[in-house]
């Protein structure tokens, strides 16, 4: 069973039994043909039965292994990689389908490569989620023929493979990375101290020009003869909270990416980002429910449990209910606080209804309201317009872009934070915010 099961007629096959085919029909009117292709034809099945002992007389003859990261990145593309070799004694030809996860909705993956005798190669290539949750790889199947084409032998690998996709963690990495770098200014993810005035007191160090007049330390500057003055630094253990709307607002897909998607690998990297500098970081996600809430902690594992968090969240139809949140925040989160929110606002009209509910809030937290540009209308609007349906569809879009900053200078107002981005730029000016607030010392 297991022979007829990898068992395969390799097509080179059918077109010699086609040429054959036409020798017979041909020897109706040259007779010579007619016994040269009785001899072809065993001559062809000889060659069958030769070719099946070539690819069968090993029992395990190719080896190959799929190697998966032990979790997938959601929206980066994740390296995959399959190392295969040969113990044939002479040179085959492979067919390599691996089996994608339902997900990828690909049903043509195909690498085909050639083996001499025991070979090994490697061959990678990327894949890219765009949803969180348990992806499975079928079968690693590779099949082999050898040089005279006839028959394929079918070997087959790792089924079954689950693989879970997680928020974000390459655009963790790779924002972590850029935090650290003194080069990349443009960016504003510098782990640098800032000096100010409103900051903790870090240390006295003698003056250089540039430094503040202001900070001059008289005392210690008596004593040592010289100009002392003092540094400080930012605050430390500041609690920090991002709060993610889960409602129906956060359903719209951009590039493949839901939104709610988009800030939730904003919250993983900019949670690692809050920890690095030593601030707590906690979460919250709401819709008509308080679904998931993590107090602020101070530390590096605490990033574990916001990663499992973010894991399972998802989105319903439903409208997000401001004042649950608003009696959360009251109940659970007592300190002053820098406070993260991504929701969406399309309308003004929907704003104004959730607007007491955040002015509340923001009397005694720093609230940052994050919410989205729409690309998809930023393109309507720079076309040319061709006919009236082009000018009435630019005009709609014109307007919807209008209510967007109108909303934003509605917010900023009041005294409230705002961020308005383009989905695919979140996550890099949700951190670049924070250090701003930092900086400003405003929590």
């Known amino acids: 069973m297991g022979f007829l099961k990898s068992f395969y007629i390799h097509h080179t096959f059918f077109r010699y039994l086609a040429v054959l085919s036409g020798c017979f029909v041909l020897s109706f009117w040259l007779p010579f043909l007619y016994p040269l292709a009785w001899l072809a034809t065993l001559l062809l099945l000889a060659l069958f039965l030769f070719d099946v002992y070539l690819l069968y007389a090993q029992p395990e003859a190719i080896k190959a292994e799929r190697f998966v990261p032990q979790k997938l990145s959601n929206s980066d593309y994740n390296s995959i990689t399959i190392k295969y ?10 067919q390599i389908i691996d089996e994608l996860p339902v997900q990828f909705q690909k049903r043509d993956f195909e690498h085909v490569a050639s083996l001499t005798k025991a070979e090994n190669k490697v061959y990678e290539y990327a ?3 765009v949803e969180r949750g348990e992806y499975v ?5 590779v099949f082999a023929s050898s040089p005279l084409r006839i028959v394929k032998r079918r070997f087959t690998f790792q089924s079954g493979q689950m693989v879970p996709v997680y928020p974000s963690i390459i655009q963790m990495q790779q924002y972590d990375f850029l935090s650290i770098s003194n080069h990349l200014t443009e960016f504003g993810l510098k782990k640098l101290r800032r000096i100010g005035h409103t900051q903790e007191f870090e240390q006295i160090k003698e003056y250089v020009p540039g430094d503040d007049f202001r900070t001059i330390n008289w005392k210690a500057t008596a004593k040592q003869n010289m100009l002392m003055v003092n540094q400080y630094q930012d605050e430390r253990s500041q609690p920090v909270y991002s709060i993610i ?31 690095k500098r030593h601030d707590k970081t906690g979460m919250l996600t709401f819709s008509k429910n308080i679904e998931n809430f993590v107090p602020a902690v101070q530390k590096l594992t605490h990033l574990n449990t916001i990663l499992e968090k973010l894991y399972n969240i998802s989105t319903d139809f439903t409208d997000s209910d401001f004042g649950l949140l608003y009696g959360q925040i009251k109940r659970k989160v007592s300190h002053r606080s820098l406070l993260m929110l991504y929701t969406n606002f399309e309308h003004i009209s929907a704003l104004k209804r959730q607007l007491p509910y955040l002015l509340a809030i923001a009397k005694k937290h720093v ?20 006919n009236l349906q082009d000018i009435y569809h630019k005009t709609v879009a014109e307007k919807f872009s209008l209510d967007k900053r109108l909303m934003q200078k509605e917010l900023q107002k009041y005294g409230i934070q705002t961020i308005l981005t383009p989905p695919e730029k979140l996550t890099i000016n949700t951190i670049n915010k924070y250090l701003e607030i930092k900086a400003r010392g405003l929590i």
């Open 367 to 386: 609230l940052v309201v994050i919410f989205f540009e729409n690309t998809e209308l930023e393109g309507l609007i720079e076309n040319d317009t061709q």
């Open 245 to 275: 709307d889960t409602g129906r607002v956060m359903k719209m897909p951009f590039n493949g990416l839901k939104l709610l998607d988009y800030a939730i690998n904003a919250t993983l990297a900019f949670s690692n980002i809050a920890l």
């Open 127 to 129: 894949v890219r989620p």
């Open 85 to 94: 070799g040969s113990r044939y004694a002479f040179k085959v030809q492979l």
């Open 137 to 141: 790889f079928g079968n690693l199947m």
